[in-house]
């Protein structure tokens, strides 16, 4: 089953379609050193830089021949969703989901994903929803959707995304994807070198044999630690960090160090025995479970499912973003698992 991927970034959604048996065979998007990263990541896929708005099929058979594309996969950016105006949905500011839509009527295939935040379900009263299912209901599809969270599926992190499944001649059954057991910050973490006495080296080695499944999963095929950098921080703020007790937040410091970052997740640190929260694309307000830093871009893959020879490219900011927009890969596995048996 051939795979294109739209909006791709560095590629968790289609690195967990590829662990699941489809052949990626093209990701694009507007970001060039995510699409490096997704390049050098899957098996001979090709990608396109571009204005997505400007791509049709004409250019993507120009990079992949005549293959035929079985499914479209993707999560086009919600930033900008509009329904200002007499024309509503067609306002220019939604023109990245009408050209996801806009692909899938040029290409027809047997099925599509789409993924995005949770707040797209209700944003405008569900208009937004509604008028994504209705376009691909009148393209001949049968479309449902759900709230998935990602810690449902093997993945250390408490991450929620709305995932919309279309189907030719058929439903698709969200019961049908298998979970897995809970993994923890401390399980999917505690192997990786400390970084206490150094910012760390890349590559790096291992310090510690695998304790757990979910560390001998993401170690498979890796020998080496790579991306796995720390932030440098100052003494003030390691002090602090320091007297932030595991899965604590800045209502557990003094109360003249409460305010140095104002807003809810200020000072939070990750809960050893529980998922993480949400991976963003900065992390500058999440620490470690045990040591006094933000988690590192090695650590934050892990938090994501990202096995450890899946190599980000770029500066480090780069790289954050590049694991932060991702799908988590074994979601995103679990997913395309239960939709193969419908496409078989």
Known sequence: MNAIDLFSGCGGLSYGFEQAGFNILLGIDNDATALEAFEKNHNNAKSICGDITKINYNDIKQVIGNSKIDIIIGGPPCQGMSLSGPRKFDDPRNRLYLSYIRLVSEIKPSAFVIENVPGLVSLFNGQIKDNIIDRLTKLGYKVDYRILCASDYGVPQSRKRVVFVGLKDQKFDFDTISKSSTVTCEMAL??????????????DKYPVPPA?????LM????SEVRNHIAASHSQKVKDIIALVPDGGN??????????????HVAWTRFRSDKPAPTIDTGHRHHFHYKYNRVPTVRECARLQSFPDDFIFQGNKTQQFRQVGNAVPPLMAKAIAEALLKYLE
């Open 219 to 222: 170690r498979q095929r890796s």
């Open 212 to 216: 757990n499944e979910y560390q001998k």
């Open 250 to 263: 800045y209502k557990d410091l003094p109360e003249d160090l409460q305010n140095t970052r104002n807003f």
């Open 190 to 203: 505690s192997d990786l070198p400390p970084l206490t006495k150094t910012l760390g080296t890349d590559p």
